[in-house]
């Protein structure tokens, strides 16, 4: 028996749990740099978790102007213990790679289905995911080159303002936004 392919609203919904799941894990990240007093890693991720909230409500918002169906999941609580300074920020590039493949994916799906509407959505997914992945790159290297010094990250961060680049006009609108 053939299994049954996901319609794309099915695949958006367990995406919209991945991003769900992302910005707990952001936030987890955050804390653990909270309590290891440095606040501006912290600040980072806490407003990585705050993106990733804002890509669920985008693609919360993309399915209820289709009429789809909205799923909202309940997501695993993530750790907060990490076996260094470094460990959050390989975890997180590791993840926003994962999102990556899951959003080109999700492209090659509407692609197939013949669903313009929903792979012209996800074009503004493909240069965000490529944004992320680099960014976190960056700081990677930033934190294993400074992890005896994790102040020059702290001025690192501040100096090039990472995580503050402002909202983005081309962005999809967001389920709850004004």
């Not at 952001?26 to 991720?45: G, H, I, K, N, Q």
């Not at 790679?97 to 799906?109: M, R």
């Not at 012209?120 to 992945?133: I, L, S």
Request: proline share 4%.
């Amino acid at each position: 028996m053939a299994k049954k392919k996901k319609t794309f609203a099915e695949a958006l919904n367990a995406q919209i749990a991945n991003e769900f799941a992302a910005s707990q894990s952001y936030v987890a990240m955050a804390v653990y740099y909270d309590s290891e007093t440095l606040p501006r890693l912290a600040a980072f991720f806490y407003r990585q978790a705050l993106e990733e909230r804002e890509h669920a409500m985008m693609m919360t918002r993309f399915l209820l102007d289709t009429g789809s169906e909205v799923v909202i999941p309940g997501v695993a609580a993530p750790g907060t213990k990490f076996e260094d300074a470094a460990d959050p920020v390989r975890r997180a590039l590791a993840q926003e790679e994962t999102v990556s493949a899951d959003i080109f994916s999700l492209v090659k799906l509407a692609r197939e289905v013949g669903d313009y509407g929903a792979e012209q959505f996800m074009q503004w997914f493909v240069k965000e995911q490529v944004e992320e992945v680099a960014l976190m790159g960056d700081l990677l290297k930033a934190v294993e080159r400074s992890k005896d010094n994790l102040l020059l990250v702290e001025e690192y961060i501040s100096r090039e303002g990472l995580g503050e680049e402002g909202e983005d006009p081309t962005a999809p609108p967001a389920a709850g936004g004004g």
